[in-house]
């Protein structure tokens, strides 16, 4: 493989989390006087920590969301977790599994809490693939995507220069911040257009496609 170390976005690329998530955000921020239909939601918000959904709402209303925006949103996501039977991405097992068996390191870097990330792998299984050390939050760093930060203290806490590693995106902010890092980036397809996701190395719509464009 071309690469030392493979960067995972978390939602939607590990986890089949975005629907469940989008739906849950655009209803609550609906419910708060913001209407946000689900593509909406999934055009602004997919791939962003949630300081930027405060920072466009304010932008657009002027209005500040409630103190305890965050901690409801949490709550209310992990529920929908529970009860929309949470599943990892077809073909990510067989995927990480051949990683393992090639030796090629991998981790996570996510603009999720590590609360959230933690909930999907444990719904999901997937925390049988991931030690604590290589899982990576935007709660880590001062600035979440499309700043590079989060993909930066990946690598550096992983031991591996930048330009030695690829990021895994399906989202257009997570592809910025991989580009502003220096680092190669193949875009998911799955639920986002080809051409929202500009500046790739390559696109893809299958995991089990991975592995021969990462060779």
Request: with cysteine; net charge negative; proline share 4%.
């Amino acid at each position: 493989m071309r690469y030392e170390l493979v960067i995972f976005d978390n939602d939607g690329v590990l986890v089949d989390s975005e629907p469940i998530s989008n739906t849950v955000l655009a209803g609550y921020l609906t419910e708060l006087g913001h209407p946000t239909s689900y593509e909406e939601s999934l055009r602004d918000y997919m791939g962003a920590a949630i300081h930027r959904v405060h920072d466009l709402v304010e932008e657009r209303t002027g209005e500040k969301l409630p103190a305890d925006f965050d901690e409801e949103l949490h709550r209310r996501t992990l529920t929908a977790f529970q009860q929309e039977q949470l599943a990892a991405v077809e073909g990510v097992d067989e995927l990480l599994g051949s990683l393992v068996a090639d030796g090629v390191a991998y981790c996570v870097a996510s603009s999720g809490s590590h609360q959230k990330i933690a909930a999907g792998h444990r719904n999901t299984g997937l925390d049988q693939w991931f030690e604590e050390e290589w899982i990576f939050s935007s709660e880590d760093v001062g600035q979440g995507k499309p700043a590079p930060d989060l993909f930066l203290h990946a690598a550096e806490r992983m031991g591996v220069a930048p330009e030695r590693c690829v990021v895994i995106e399906d989202s257009p902010l997570g592809v910025e911040a991989a580009r502003a890092a220096g680092m190669d980036v193949y875009g998911f397809t799955s639920m986002m257009p080809a051409d929202r996701l500009s500046g790739v190395a390559g696109h893809f719509s299958d995991m089990r496609q991975l592995p021969e464009l990462l060779a």
